[in-house]
């Protein structure tokens, strides 16, 4: 799957940071605006209990996650929508994105310093979001320029678009973003087809301090008092943290160190499993002697495009589909046993595949 999940935010908050920590890459990472010019790109593996309990059963040769690709976008600031910073080309690698995680600095610390010289994540999401908007508003501004002469002359189509143009930009307007508002199945397709940035779904990283990551802090209670009217995952993460993590090399002492935190896994777990629900992914499996592996799709697809993503012959001559559930799988140990005991299903070209699917293919080319 070619879906991506940019990383967003104001100058300094810990993007690069994070995305090091995603990718276990080295994205440069300094005290200075500006750090990221280029975005960084790194594909990052995404952990499933599932896909490790399956190969315990099976003992393959090899075992293969999924992954999803990741981008830290450079840090924006008031005024990019105008050019401002480097505005422009910011704004132009988030629109390439399929959905965002907003990171926000919800720690104090005077050595690390902040682009607006005091710490307020409610502040920094109000600037985030509002040149998203302005970034937005110009886009429709120019769709409902290109389509006046053509509606004029009486094109019910081009009066559709200025329609829900005009509707978008009062809501813009108004401050509200577009993943916030109510539309109707055409009018979403028609948003879809614009890429308009604030219609893309987003989580929001609260970037804490150590003692702040079980429970958060008063930034990261006053931030969640403000976006409560969304719809929006909000996750704590001390990029400190899951860096010191990463060092320790040795899984014991990983889980030694986790423990005087109180944590159960590393906190870039969850966010990468919730990065992945963000972008409407699901995972099915594929398991034999040889290999035992994850393979992406998005949530609704069928048999059929599922058997595409693992090669485009698998779609061309689709057969069949067969399919055992996880959880049957668990409980009687092997795909033969499921057989005998009915649990392995027959499906066709209709089928939706459903997430954590151990499926096998019949195909004729």
């Known amino acids: 799957m070619s879906l991506k999940c940019g990383i967003v935010g ?86 390439e994105t399929d959905a965002l995680i907003h990171v926000l600095r919800c720690f104090d610390n005077t050595n690390i310093t902040h682009v607006d010289g005091s710490v307020d994540p409610v502040r920094d999401k109000e600037t985030i979001e509002m040149e998203l908007q302005l970034k937005d508003l110009e886009t429709l501004e120019k769709l409902i320029e290109k389509n006046i002469r053509t ?34 199945k ?26 702040s990551v079980l429970h958060g802090n008063n930034y990261v209670k006053d931030f969640k008092e403000c976006i409560k009217s969304e719809n929006s995952k909000v996750l704590l993460i001390s990029t400190q943290i899951e860096a010191e993590i990463i060092e320790l090399e040795d899984i014991e002492e990983q889980k030694l160190f986790l423990s005087e935190l109180g944590l159960e896994k590393p906190s870039i777990h969850n966010l990468i499993q919730y990065t992945y629900n963000l972008l409407n992914l699901q995972t099915f499996f594929t398991a034999g002697k040889k290999e035992v592996r994850a393979w ?43 057989r005998e005991n009915g649990k392995l299903n027959i499906e066709g070209k209709d089928y939706i595949v459903n997430d954590g699917d151990i499926m096998h293919f019949r195909f004729n080319v």
């Open 186 to 211: 055409n009018e979403r397709v028609f948003v879809n087809d614009l890429s308009l940035i604030t219609a893309k779904p987003v989580m929001y990283v609260c970037n804490v301090d150590e003692k």
């Open 296 to 338: 992406t799709i998005k949530k609704g697809m069928k048999a059929p495009q599922a058997a595409g993503v693992i090669h485009t012959d698998f779609e061309k001559g689709f057969i069949r589909a067969e399919v055992i559930k996880y959880s049957n799988f668990m409980e009687f140990k092997s795909e033969q046993a499921c």
């Open 151 to 184: 509606a004029k002359s009486g094109s019910k189509e081009a009066t559709y678009r200025i329609d829900i143009a005009n509707k978008l930009i009062s809501e813009l307007s108004a401050g509200n973003s577009i993943r916030n508002i109510s539309l109707d």
């Open 10 to 95: 104001l100058p300094n908050v810990g993007k690069s940071s994070l995305f090091n920590c995603l990718s276990k890459t080295k994205a440069q990472s300094e005290n200075f605006p500006f750090c990221t010019i280029e975005p960084n790109v790194g594909i990052i593996t995404v952990p499933d209990e599932r896909l490790e309990k399956i190969a315990e059963l099976i003992d393959p040769d090899k075992v293969i996650n999924t992954s999803v690709e990741i981008v830290d976008i450079a840090g924006l600031v008031k005024g990019a929508s105008k050019g401002e910073g480097l505005g422009n080309k910011f704004l132009a690698n988030i629109r």
